[in-house]
């Protein structure tokens, strides 16, 4: 875990993009991007099921397996660990670290409601039990769902998970400028957040944070960037940039012989 645990230390916050599949990962790793990280809601969508509904145990392992071959650090979003029990989540995030995995997600929440501070603190323990060399972000969804979505409810339940054990805390939906310093300034680990507009990476720097998901973005994107393109060919306008048929065979070329 060390050598992820040091990119959250850097000048700037850790810019973790978030991959669905080999040629998204392929993409990152070729673009320089030295950890990456999978997003559960492309990985649930382009099996056709919604994101959140426990759908994607297999298929982060399944991903995971061929993301282990590549030369970057891997962390997988992993739901809630797809259990209630403590101990089905800690083999889970075992079995992923056996596979390579350098860091997991795991939400505070099941079926878009939060679950009680103890129960998500018991899963942290006993996954640093499991896999002590996996940095866990745990994150917290109060402001993700609207749910105690003020800093002291945050705070209370991502202090609870650091004391569990977990290494980082992550606030998905959280934007304003005053709540990100008020959490980064209280909590003793790595703060992530995702992109929040308007704000450069220095910018959430200044404000304490110290790694910034991609999340859903790239994959949302690339649907909207596939339409376009098709749009392009009806409308005989200028075709969006893309990578070529030649650079993205070369590419799953090599990665297929490294197999």
Known sequence: MTEFADLHAGPLPLLL????????????????????????LGVAASH?????????????????????????????????????????????VAELSALGVVGVNLEDSTAGRLVEPSAFAAKATAVKQAAPEVFVNARVDTYWF?????????LARATAYVEAGADGIFVPGVRDADTI?????????????????????????????R????????????????????????????????????DLQAGLRTFAGDA
């Open 48 to 92: 056709g099921v919604p994101d959140g509904g426990q759908a994607t145990r297999e298929s982060n392992l399944t991903l995971a397996r061929s993301l282990a071959r590549l030369p970057a650090l891997v962390s997988v979003d992993s739901e809630d660990g797809y259990s209630d029990d403590p101990a089905d989540v800690a083999a889970y």
């Open 181 to 209: 310093r008020a959490l980064t300034g209280a909590l003793p680990v790595p703060v992530n957040v995702l992109p929040v507009p308007g704000r450069s990476i220095a910018d959430l720097a200044a404000l304490g944070v």
């Open 146 to 154: 609207h749910q105690d979505d003020t800093v002291e409810m945050t």
């Open 17 to 40: 993009p978030n991959a669905w599949d080999v040629p998204s990962a392929l993409s990152f790793v070729a673009a320089g991007y030295r950890a990456i990280g999978t997003t559960s």
């Open 211 to 246: 790694r910034v998901s991609t999340g859903s973005l790239p994959y949302r994107v690339s649907l909207t960037a596939a339409v376009a393109a098709a749009t392009a060919v009806r409308d005989g306008t200028t075709l969006p940039a893309s990578v070529s048929y030649g």
